[in-house]
């Protein structure tokens, strides 16, 4: 469905209930969070790093999807295939794609094909209440996978609370843009006393820029030119009921995408690839009153279908991956100051594929963890898990964190180790067609990624709203999994464990949140310095993925709400351990109006204002200065 079908689905969707602007209650304050430890806790004593981002910051900046969001947040590195959310991959303090743990109100969301899905997600953005994004291993907790770290999304249904009963809740945004672009949005709540009914749909697509090869030449398919074109389309359905002395929670969710994606896995010219994309989710959880979260049981399963057309005289690649996740844990405090908690998790998983074959496995695991208020100065945590796996074997994963608050000075140190058991495409990618020289090759021999990570840190918390902080780390890694040619005469790239990978780096980050009269600030700025040592450079002629990582990472937003006017701006510098650098700078300014008892606010926004060309991923490219206008609807 095209922009004016969409566009009168969302009128018509808006006109039960108006939407208000604000969350329903159940959200979680700025300072308190979940993701370090799985219980609600303030963010000072956790000893972690971790950045909190709501719905009200989703709304005022120029972003499409989760994953452009992504691209504000300190320390993450979304390194996107293509614009508004089309394909990116996820990295944390110089981490593959598959070493950073993507969490769906609590439920591990990575699919166990490839890394390169994770921005498939099945939720709108009008229905995610918060993003929590903790930096550092977290495996101890989590899981596999969380080597870099573990970025966690927030759903309003996932945060419900009996007892609100705040009635018809919701939002709806519309935009149109250059290039044919439509972007609708839209999600209604119902929250009665005992039940919350909430549902969400968004619809986006363009038909994209002309493409252009370097040397400015167009590119084309037979007599066609090509164009960045995609259409996507995500809908969920979630359910928050009060049942007995316990909150029943289950969600269902669907993405449909298609794109092209030229050049989104090569470099080749013979490259001119489409691709289509779905997403099935679906959650069950039965979680213990309180706000402490004592105990819970959740399952969740996804299933993701693939299909890839590398050009038109190649026959297409299908596939299709499923995963199914259970978890049981519960948190009890057991004496003044300290909290004991436990868990099991289990996961069976498989994929069916024309060039991967057919597979199919499970895992489980078992873990625990302490935090003790050592003093009123002092907070401790400690964790450990076990966990078997097809791709490892038994590995266990301790982690300890300190907190120490001096004032408004706190300092902070961790320690934790994590494994990464290779995926389905790092083991079994053998396609039989005729591809240039450089294709991939899995590799059914690769041991899997184990690493010790360690930081220090100093956080200051001056009056005034403002958040300061510095972050040493490093992470020693044995057999980083890469694709590697290992001499010049190499015709492919081979899945490969690299011997060993030094990462160290610094953090430092900045924020702001004022109140001045009618004026509301908000501001941030992060820098990322990133090193990599490999050990066996002088075995391999070249890698593919293991030195694309940003040495320099600079992002910074500014938002500020004045009265009836929001301008906001968001700019991200990046300069790669490969060496090519890039700067892209996004503007939104928006007007509310009255009308009657709703409000209308417009919007207009200039994506790389400074049009500038560039790629993230080899050469497939960037948007260049895409304009887009919008309204939303609120009461």
Known sequence: MRAPGCLFLFLVGMVPAWAQDVPLEGTLPDSIVVTASRVPEDLRHTGRVVSVWTARDLAALPVSSFDELLRTVGGVEAA??????????????????????????????????????LSDFPVPLSEIARIEVLRGPA?????????????????????????????????????????????????????????????????????????????GTPVRRGAERLRTDFSRQAHTLALAHRLGGATLYG????????????HFYTPFASDTAREATTTYWAQLRVQGPGADLPWEVQLSARQHEDTYVFNPQTPANRHTSRQANL?????????????????????????????MGTHADAAAGAFAT?????????????????????????????????????????????????VRAPTYVERYFNTTLARPRGRNLGNSDLRAERAWSYEAGLDLYPAGGLVARATLFRRDTDDLIDYV?????????????????????????????????????????????LDATLADTDRVARYKYALTNARHLGQATLAVDAGAATLSVQALAKERLAGDAYEVVHLRAAYRLPAGRARLTLSAEVRNVFDVRYAEVFDAPMPGRWWLLGLRLAR
């Open 80 to 117: 996107a295939r293509g614009g508004f959310g089309v394909q990116s991959d996820l990295t944390m303090r110089g981490s593959t794609f598959n070493g950073v743990l993507v969490l769906l109100d609590g439920a591990r969301f990575n699919d166990p094909m490839t890394g390169h899905f």
């Open 485 to 529: 040619m290992l001499t010049p005469a190499d015709t492919v790239f081979l899945a490969r464990n690299v011997l060993r990978v030094e990462t160290t780096g610094l953090e430092l980050d900045l924020e702001a949140r004022r109140q001045v009269g009618p004026v509301r600030l908000r501001a941030t700025a992060a820098y990322t310095y």
């Open 327 to 355: 978890l049981a844990r519960l948190s009890r405090p057991v004496a003044p100051g300290l909290r004991l908690g436990a868990g099991l998790s289990a996961s069976v998983r498989g994929i069916d594929s024309n060039n």
């Open 370 to 418: 302490a935090r003790w208020q050592a003093t009123p100065a002092l907070t401790l945590h400690a964790g450990a898990r076990l966990d078997h796996d097809p791709g490892f074997g038994t590995e266990w994963t301790p982690q300890v964190s300190a907190a120490y608050a001096a004032g408004p000075v706190i300092l902070r140190a961790a320690v934790a180790r994590a």
């Open 139 to 215: 495996a101890a907790v989590y899981g596999p996978d969380a080597l870099g770290g573990v970025i966690q999304v927030f759903t309003y249904a996932g945060l419900w609370r009996e007892g609100h009963g705040a009635g018809l809740a919701g939002g709806g945004t519309a935009r149109l843009g250059r290039h044919a672009l439509y972007e609708v949005d839209a999600a209604l709540r119902r929250d009665g006393a005992r039940t919350l009914l909430s549902a969400a749909t968004a619809w986006q697509g363009s038909d994209g820029q002309p493409l252009t090869a370097a040397d």
């Open 251 to 262: 969600r269902a969710g669907v993405d449909d995408r298609a794109f092209n994606a030229f």
